[in-house]
């Protein structure tokens, strides 16, 4: 029976009207789910702009708080960049048999949601539970600097996942054949391996740069008060105006968020557009050669204290405050607090409920993405649309990548809310598929990238249908790349705090549950806090080991 079915299908892809069907329907849907309805949203309520203009100081609060995101955010990425290269390079060309579990212990802070690592960062520096006791004083209070730790510790994780796939990915022929020209290790790495990898590199400065801006729920945690010493950038104020304004006075909410919302997906796109544009143009590295102290630098000593700075880097300022919160929770369990949680008492019943809710969201997201995203993968891996198009198409898939999810889930609130009456759960899909189709997408068609037309080509002259030549060569290469994805997607969806609040205020996922917790005096005690974060470190601890034993080292990348 399965037998007949494969055999149906393999014949019904061979036709032209099915397999261009299926790709236009991706296209189709990429427009009218992914990329119109943001754009729409901000101009359905653009009219209500005017009551924000009618108050200038509300318009530069506005303008100073979006200045900050992107201030942040292109400090951090750097710095990501900075940092991250080298730990990827010592991943990637480290002998020593630990380096497994160290690029075990670099995706902890990725798949922990954030609203748990913003609390646990908000323990170990701030409270006096934390490193702030051996100061006798708060040594990190919320604010701006709280804030440029958090972020660069959520997508520090990022550039080094990018660059060991690239560094795994890099003939080493090309730097061989430097050496042997007499060049110094540091000199060929500089002048050789950097500029092939540039690509890679512009990449993960994108991805950090965009997990940085589309932070919420994290942000708000560590923050601290605005107008208090606290710091206040684009998602903050958004969500403060829907604290303050949405009630009392709905026109000045609206033109308050749409006013922001614009600014901050213009300006990203515009960031991201020229970053796309000119980094392959950038003139680095130098091309002078300073032979003698590239030398020196090339020198065991030199790469070990290399290698020693960036693992203090990572094991003090990224992986301990991430997993503080860890030990706290473990001290939680021997109290009647842990008792409560286990058994739904009081507020945990909600926790459990959000828990579920979010999970629950996290995995129809991803079959969502799977479906719609492979096909569009295809197009844009195998410029099925034509050069010129597809990559047009590839920049456009891009968009929701960069652009701050709070922003991104109020235009889409607005434009669903008022085009169509959906239930709050329906609005919940939408407004995550929209954030985490991009990651998908991006991670499928680098993986069919890398697999040669020639291979796809020689199966279908030997009358391999197109659907019998995806399942028997493309799917088998390119598994492991497409459960990548899917973990990518779904830790993603589970984690997103900025959209969920901006498109419903029925429903609460868990990462809102907590910073509702956190943010709300008397809704929970800071033992309910520390527990329910230790439970969700737990369960990305779970995720990330799933994704190790299916995945497997040889075929993670």
């Known amino acids: 029976m399965t037998e007949r079915i494969t055999k149906t299908l393999d014949k019904l892809s061979s036709r032209k009207a099915i397999k261009y069907g299926v790709y236009a329907a991706a296209i189709i849907i990429f427009f009218a789910l992914i990329l119109v309805p943001p754009i729409a949203g901000i101009f359905i309520k653009w009219n209500d702009i005017q009551f924000i203009f009618a108050q200038p100081p509300l318009v530069n609060r506005a303008l100073s708080a979006i200045g900050n995101s992107f201030t942040v955010a292109l400090i951090v ?15 990637a060309r480290g002998k020593s048999r630990w380096l497994s579990a160290l690029d075990t212990l670099a995706d902890i802070p990725f798949i922990i949601p954030t609203t748990a690592l913003g609390f646990s960062l908000l323990l170990f520096w701030s409270r006096p539970d934390g490193i702030s006791s051996l100061f006798g004083t ?63 590199m512009i990449s993960a400065y994108i991805f950090a740069f965009a997990r940085s801006i589309s932070e919420t729920g994290a942000t708000i945690i560590v923050a601290g008060v605005f107008g208090q010493g606290g710091f206040e950038n684009g998602a903050v104020f958004i969500q403060d105006m829907k604290n303050t304004y949405a009630v009392t006075d709905p026109a000045l909410y609206n033109g308050a ?42 020198y065991k000593k030199a790469a070990n204290s290399r290698n020693t700075v960036i693992l203090v880097v990572f094991f003090a300022l990224i992986l301990l405050p991430s997993l503080f919160v860890a030990l706290t929770a473990f001290q ?51 410029k099925k649309a034509g050069k010129f198009m597809s990559s047009i198409f590839d920049l456009l898939v891009n968009v929701p ?76 290469l390119t598994k492991y790349s497409m459960l990548s994805g899917a973990i990518m997607v779904f830790t993603r969806s589970v984690s997103e705090t900025g959209a969920t609040l901006a498109v419903t205020a029925n429903l609460q996922t868990a990462p809102v549950l907590l910073v509702n917790w956190i943010k709300i005096p008397g809704l929970a005690t800071s033992q309910d806090i520390a527990l329910a974060s230790g439970f969700l470190v737990l369960f990305s601890f779970i995720i990330l ?13």
């Open 77 to 91: 990425a750097a710095l990501d960049l900075l940092a991250g290269v080298p730990m990827a390079w010592l991943i």
């Open 138 to 200: 708060s040594l990190i209070s919320p604010g701006w600097l709280l804030v440029m730790l958090l972020h660069f510790t959520f997508s520090f994780p990022v550039v080094v996942r990018v660059m060991v796939g690239a560094l795994l990915d890099y003939k080493m022929e090309y730097e061989r054949a430097s050496r042997t020209l007499g060049a110094a290790p540091f000199t060929a790495v500089r002048t050789v391996t950097f500029p092939v990898l540039r690509p890679a």
């Open 257 to 298: 968020i749409v006013f922001a919302s614009f600014v901050l997906i213009a300006v990203s796109i515009g960031i991201f557009i020229a970053i796309r544009l000119l980094g392959p143009k950038l003139k680095l590295p130098l091309k002078r050669v300073r032979p003698f102290a590239e030398r020196k630098l090339s």
């Open 332 to 382: 939680v369990i021997p109290t009647p607090t842990f008792t409560d949680a286990i058994t739904g008492k009081g507020i945990w019943g909600t926790f459990w409920q959000s828990l579920l809710l979010s999970y629950g969201l996290g995995a129809i997201v991803t079959v969502i993405n799977i479906i719609i995203g492979l096909p569009t993968a295809i197009i844009i891996a195998r």
């Open 401 to 476: 990548l960069v652009v701050p999810s709070i922003a991104l889930g109020v235009s889409l609130g607005i434009f669903w809310k008022s085009a169509f009456t959906f239930p709050d759960f329906v609005l919940l899909v939408l407004a995550h598929l929209a954030i985490t189709y991009p990651y998908f997408v991006r991670s499928m068609s680098s993986a069919l990238e890398r697999i040669s037309p020639d291979i796809e080509e020689a199966a279908r002259t030997l009358g391999a249908k197109p659907l019998g030549v995806f399942r028997t060569i493309v799917f088998p």
């Open 545 to 557: 080991l799933v994704l190790r034993l299916v995945v497997g080292r040889e075929e993670k990348y």
